[in-house]
Nanobody, 130 residues
Framework: QVQLVESGGGLVQPGGSLRLSCAAS????????IGWFRQAPGKEREGVSC????????YYADSVKGRFSISKDKSKNTVYLQVNSLKPEDTGVYYC???????????????????????WGNGTLVTVSS
């Protein structure tokens, strides 16, 4: 069974940093693309970043380019999202997402879109406030 567990969220001041983790079980990262999405109160879930399963190519939303960095540790079957220079508008629940088939990988990674085939984690809350 494919499962994702996020951790690492918390309360941080503007300009601060966090490292979010997404621990995968029931599958290997070699076969799934992993994305990070976030959802602020009253807003739709939006794509933040994604990493391909095969070549490790990465994608970022314009709003986080230069501040966020996605990576994976295959030995730990875990994907990380390093979030730096945080702003109040980065506040939200951060979810990791996994997809396997080629069309879904294209949509989720290149388009940073929500697709029906996504397996979601339960999320971790990031609050940026002074």
């Amino acid at each position: 069974q494919v499962q994702l567990v996020e951790s690492g969220g918390g309360l941080v001041q503007p300009g601060g940093s966090l490292r979010l983790s997404c621990a995968a079980s029931g599958f290997f990262l070699d076969y799934y693309a992993i994305g990070w999405f976030r959802q602020a109160p009253g807003k739709e879930r939006e794509g933040v970043s994604c990493i391909y399963n095969n070549d490790g190519q990465t994608y970022y939303a314009d709003s986080v380019k230069g501040r966020f960095s996605i990576s994976k540790d295959k030995s730990k079957n875990t994907v990380y999202l390093q979030v730096n220079s945080l702003k109040p508008e980065d506040t939200g629940v951060y979810y990791c997402a996994a997809v396997h088939d080629a069309l879904s990988v294209q949509a989720m990674c290149v388009g940073l879109r929500v697709v029906d085939t996504i397996t979601w984690g339960n999320g971790t809350l990031v609050t940026v406030s002074s």
